[in-house]
């Protein structure tokens, strides 16, 4: 079993920064590949990026590849999205997710999410 907990959401204008961060619990962190995935009211939700347990690859949404990045650090149990240039489409709530294995596009765990809101 693995929990997840993000953190990092928050309201900012177009063109600002923001970065995202979830934390794992469990020892096995390190055999994960995590993602980020994003739901906006009345959308579906869309995978925004992931990376492989070591991070030696990573996956990114068409709409966000070149302004967002994603990360990890093993030794913290910690991925991270680095989200630059942010548009108000970007607007949605933000969930780490987790695969054990795989490519981070078919996860296992969820977190609880955390809203991201760009104003125009």
């Known amino acids: 079993q693995v929990q997840l907990v993000e953190s990092g959401g928050g309201l900012v204008q177009a063109g600002g920064s923001l970065r995202l961060s979830c934390v794992a619990s469990?020892?096995?962190?390190?055999?994960?590949?995590m993602g980020w995935f994003r739901q906006a009211p009345g959308k579906e939700r869309e995978f925004v990026a992931a990376?492989?347990?070591?991070?030696?690859?990573?996956d990114y949404g068409s709409s966000v590849k070149g302004r967002f990045t994603i990360s990890r650090d093993n030794a913290k149990n910690t991925v991270y999205l680095r989200m630059n240039d942010l548009k108000p489409e970007d607007t949605a709530v933000y969930y780490c997710?987790?695969?054990?294995?795989?490519?981070?596009?078919?996860?296992?765990?969820w977190g609880q999410g955390t809203q991201v809101t760009v104003s125009s």
């Open positions: 990376i492989t347990w070591s991070g030696m690859n990573t």
């Open positions: 469990g020892r096995s962190f390190s055999s994960y590949a």
């Open positions: 997710s987790a695969e054990r294995g795989g490519w981070g596009r078919s996860p296992e765990y």
